[in-house]
């Protein structure tokens, strides 16, 4: 197949904060975001250890756009605040985790230019990008 034949590979994202003494309310009230979820540090797991707290904002787009769609779409609303963020993701583990389709000869890979990398490491964000099989799609 050709690759002007390809389609953008499936894919979402999201940011989150964790850490166990991380406060998520003070991440909502100083970078003035709302979360689309959080919990703190009383929640347990199913063998009743301790989850570390968790704050996380998600990508709005539908899984039709491209991963870097996605990213930018965080990016710019975190990107006014990163001054305040900067607080958190230098003292709690601060990261957009992606997922896309894995590449065949269908789906186009996924590239992500160096404006969008710059920012990410000037904010103190990592990246992991967790891949899935078609017939699996979130």
Same mark, same amino acid.
């Not at 919990?39 to 199913?46: E, M, S, T």
């Not at 900067?86 to 894995?102: D, G, L, M, W």
């Given at each position: 197949?050709?690759?002007?034949?390809q389609?953008?590979?499936?894919?979402?994202?999201?940011?989150?904060?964790?850490?166990?003494?991380?406060?998520?309310?003070?991440?909502?009230?100083?970078?003035?975001?709302?979360?689309?979820?959080?919990?703190?540090?009383? /929640?347990? +797991?199913?063998?009743? #250890?301790?989850?570390?707290?968790?704050?996380?904002? *998600?990508?709005?787009?539908? !899984?039709?756009?491209?991963?870097?769609?996605?990213?930018?779409?965080?990016?710019?609303?975190?990107?006014?605040?990163?001054?305040s963020?900067?607080?958190?993701?230098?003292?709690?583990?601060?990261?957009?985790?992606?997922?896309?389709?894995?590449?065949?000869?269908?789906?186009?890979?996924? /590239?992500? +230019?160096?404006r969008? #990398?710059?920012?990410?490491?000037?904010?103190?964000? *990592?990246?992991?990008?967790? !891949?899935?099989?078609?017939?699996?799609t979130?």
């Amino acid at each position: 197949m050709e690759s002007g034949t390809q389609r953008e590979a499936k894919s979402w994202a999201m940011f989150a904060i964790t850490g166990p003494r991380l406060r998520p309310l003070e991440v909502t009230e100083k970078l003035g975001i709302q979360p689309d979820y959080y919990h703190g540090a009383d /929640v347990k +797991d199913i063998e009743n #250890m301790t989850i570390p707290s968790h704050w996380q904002l *998600n990508s709005k787009l539908g !899984p039709e756009f491209p991963l870097l769609d996605h990213i930018w779409d965080l990016l710019k609303t975190l990107a006014p605040v990163r001054k305040s963020l900067k607080e958190f993701t230098e003292n709690y583990e601060s990261t957009i985790y992606a997922s896309v389709e894995f590449a065949s000869e269908f789906t186009k890979g996924v /590239v992500l +230019d160096k404006r969008t #990398m710059l920012l990410l490491g000037e904010m103190g964000v *990592n990246l992991e990008i967790i !891949p899935w099989a078609l017939s699996e799609t979130p």
